[in-house]
């Protein structure tokens, strides 16, 4: 057993979903030519003037309440001092002792075990541009800015998290928070929702804090399991050798599955933080406060429980449905659809999560109430289970509706002339196992029902299928 304890604090960067940039009203369209959406005020020439976006506030403000913390009254927009490439002004401008959150929390499952974690603070900043380094010049590296200027919110944990595990999951938990809200769309390919983890051990049963090293800017929540388990080894073997942690920041290798030192640490006083001259205190008026918390709306662990209790649907379905907001909107409208949520329920998480696993996109295939009427098709026997499973990935496939997909198939078999002969084909050529069952083997019932289906294709009517074979078998 380890002798020392891990300790983990996030920094998660959301990108809040406005139109436009924070500052300026350049639009925040993401995969746009290079330096398309720039404009003098992000691209830091003199003379400009940032005008901040309220929607952007609003989306911070949202973001504040759902995770409890206290809305400030005032905060104050400060530069933070640095020099980048992807910085045209030399500074980003973002909030330091003033900021618009603070003093919450999130509390999640991990195991079946409640978890709660402190969120310290929540500020607003702009985003930085980036550095393109393949593009079409091997020697030489360009400046995109399409991304500068865009609104984030820096959402600062407690170090109260213990493992990977349990990073992973504060950061679902949030991200299905945000996504929730509709103030930001939770796209970690495309860097909307990233994190930087800052990891440290101590020993087990001390109060102090170990030095730490930042991982910075992982997006992914398998890469950040890794990158803390790699990172917690490479700390854990330096202590046991009698060496000492140095505090850095680390980026994590993908490829080769390691954390690589990038640079020292910078403290806050690097920074040379002052309060920006061309802001002013940004004042939030309690009648605007209250409107926003009247409209918030409903989370997706409150969409959960109430799945449970509406749909009377088991704790596990309502967590995998929720899981997403796309998902659970998906499954209300086939419920509607249908009137079956529990048969809703199991499709979506087999069929099309299945499908979904595989890196299909059915939810955008398969209207709803295309798959509620399949559904319904099963619950009058106008098709089968097995059949609904192919209707299904045809509907995919073909992107048509259910009532041609059933038909193009000729749709379930429910003549009893032709059903009788396909039971009588498969005793023909079952004799011993019709005489096991005749003896008292009563499992084998079923055996002869899957025969039957297989011979069908899977288009035999299950019920007739049931009666049919009652009579011969007895």
């Given amino acids: 057993m380890t002798q020392y304890e891990t300790v983990i604090g996030l920094e998660v960067h959301a990108q809040l979903k406005t139109k436009s940039k924070i500052f300026c009203s350049c639009p925040t369209t993401f995969g746009e030519p290079p330096n398309k959406n720039t404009c003098p005020v992000c691209l830091g020439l003199p003379g400009v003037l940032p005008v901040l976006n309220k929607t952007a506030v609003e989306y911070a403000i949202k973001a504040g309440l759902a995770t409890h913390c206290k809305v400030q009254k005032r905060s104050i927009w400060a530069r933070k001092n640095y020099f980048y490439p992807d910085l045209p002004k030399g500074y980003q401008i973002s909030q330091y002792e003033f900021p618009l959150c603070l003093d919450g929390y999130l509390e999640f499952y991990v195991k079946d075990q409640k978890k709660r974690v402190q969120i310290q603070r929540i500020h607003m900043e702009e985003d930085a541009g980036k550095l393109l380094h393949d593009f079409g010049h091997p020697d030489s590296s360009h400046v995109d800015l399409n991304r500068a200027g865009t609104p984030l919110v820096e959402i600062v944990s407690s170090p109260d998290l213990r493992s990977s595990e349990e990073a992973s999951a504060y950061l679902k938990h949030l991200r299905n928070i945000l996504v929730y809200l509709d103030v930001c769309d939770g796209n970690m390919e495309e860097g909307s929702f990233r994190c930087d983890a800052n990891v440290s051990l101590r020993p087990v049963g001390s109060e102090k804090l170990g030095t730490r090293a930042e991982l910075k800017n992982i997006n992914s929540f398998k890469f950040v399991e890794k990158a803390i388990e790699y ?180 749709g379930q078999l429910s003549d009893s002339s032709a059903i009788e002969a396909i039971i009588d084909k498969v005793l023909a050529a079952n004799p011993d196992n019709v005489q096991q069952y005749k003896s008292g083997k009563d499992k084998l019932f079923g055996f002869f029902v899957g025969q039957v289906m297989k011979e069908s294709k899977g288009k035999a009517n299950p019920q007739v299928v049931n009666d049919l074979l009652k009579k011969k078998l007895f």
Avoid at 378 to 394: F, Q
């Fill in 231 to 410: 990172e917690v080894a490479r700390q854990e073997a330096i202590l046991n050798e009698g060496g000492r942690v140095v505090q850095e920041t680390r980026l994590f290798n993908s490829a080769k599955g390691i954390t690589e030192s990038m640079r020292s640490k910078e403290e806050a006083h690097d920074y040379r933080y002052f309060p920006d001259p061309d802001l002013l205190p940004l004042i939030i008026d309690d009648a605007w406060l209250k409107e926003i918390q009247k409209n918030l709306p409903e989370l997706g662990h409150q969409k959960a429980e109430r799945f449970e209790r509406d749909y009377a649907i088991p704790h596990y379905d309502a967590e995998v449905l929720t899981a997403e907001k796309e998902v659970a909107l998906y499954f209300e409208e086939v419920v509607k659809q249908c009137g079956d949520a529990k048969r809703a329920s199991n499709i979506i998480m087999t069929e099309m999560l299945g499908l979904a696993a595989k890196g299909e996109k059915p939810f955008e295939t398969i209207p709803a109430i295309e798959l509620g009427k399949a559904i319904t098709m099963t619950l009058k026997g106008t098709i089968s289970g097995k059949m609904l499973k192919d209707v299904i990935l045809a509907m995919h496939t073909e992107k048509q509706s259910a009532e041609t997909i059933v038909n193009k198939m000729g």
